[in-house]
C-alpha cells in the first residue's frame, strides 16, 4: 500500500521516517532541519558516530522524541540537469531505504519528496521515479505493509499524485 499524505513528517507516528539528509549527515535545512529539531541533539550524536552516507545510500538511527521510533537517513542527488544518474541515485535512495526497513521489521515508513527542495530535482521526474521504485519494491518483496509520501506542499501533492495514478 502507497499513500500519499500531506503532513508535517516530524508528527507521524510510524515506525521509520525517511530524513532527506546530505552525505555529512550532520543535519541542514529543509526536511533534514525539521527532524533534527523535533528528534533532539541525540539525534546528530549518533549521526556523528555513523560518519557519513553516500549518495543514494541510506542509514538508521533512533527517533529519540520524535513519534517515529527511527529515523533512515538517505542522501538524495543534487540534479545536475538529468545527465549524471540522478535518477538511478534517487531510485536507489528508495530502495535502500526500503531494504533497511524490512531487514529491521518496520511495518510502516513515511518518505519526504527526497531531492526535490534544496537539491533541485524536477518534480514530475522525481515523483515518477518514487513512485515506480516504491511499487516494484512492494511488488516485489510484499512489504513495508505501510508505506507513506509525505506531500509538504500543493506542487508536491500535485506531481506525486499524478505520479501514482500513472502506475495502475
Ligand atoms: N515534512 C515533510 N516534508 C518536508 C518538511 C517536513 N517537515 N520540510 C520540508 N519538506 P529538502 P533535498 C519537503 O530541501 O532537496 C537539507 O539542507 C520539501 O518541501 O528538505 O533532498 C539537507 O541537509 C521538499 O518537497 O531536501 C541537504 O543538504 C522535500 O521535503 C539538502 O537539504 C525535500 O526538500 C537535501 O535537499
Redesign the pocket.
Known amino acids: 500500500m502507497i499513500k500519499l499524505i500531506s503532513d508535517?513528517?516530524?508528527t507521524l507516528k510510524v515506525d521509520a521516517i525517511v530524513n532527506?539528509?546530505?552525505e555529512s549527515l550532520l543535519?541542514?535545512?529543509?526536511?533534514?532541519?525539521?527532524i533534527h529539531r523535533a528528534a533532539g541533539p541525540e539525534l546528530l550524536e549518533e549521526c556523528k558516530k555513523i560518519g557519513g552516507c553516500k549518495t543514494g545510500n541510506a542509514v538508521m538511527t533512533r527517533g529519540y522524541n520524535l513519534p517515529a521510533k527511527f529515523v533512515i537517513h538517505t542522501v538524495?542527488p543534487i540534479w545536475k540537469g538529468g545527465g549524471n544518474n540522478e535518477h538511478l541515485f534517487l531510485a536507489s535512495c528508495y530502495r535502500r531505504s526500503l531494504e533497511l526497513a524490512i531487514a529491521n521489521n518496520i511495518n510502516s515508513i513515511a518518505f519526504?519528496?527526497?531531492?526535490?527542495?534544496?537539491?533541485g530535482?524536477p518534480l514530475d521526474e522525481a515523483a515518477d521515479t518514487a513512485m515506480d521504485t516504491l511499487q516494484s519494491f512492494l511488488d516485489k518483496n510484499g512489504k513495508p505493509a505501510e508505506v507513506y509520501v509525505?506531500c509538504?506542499?500543493a506542487r508536491?501533492r500535485a506531481a506525486f499524485t499524478q505520479a501514482l495514478q500513472e502506475l495502475d
Open positions: 508535517d513528517i516530524t532527506a539528509a546530505n543535519g541542514g535545512g529543509g526536511v533534514d532541519g525539521a538524495g519526504p519528496a527526497i531531492s526535490c527542495g534544496a537539491y530535482f509525505v509538504f506542499d508536491v
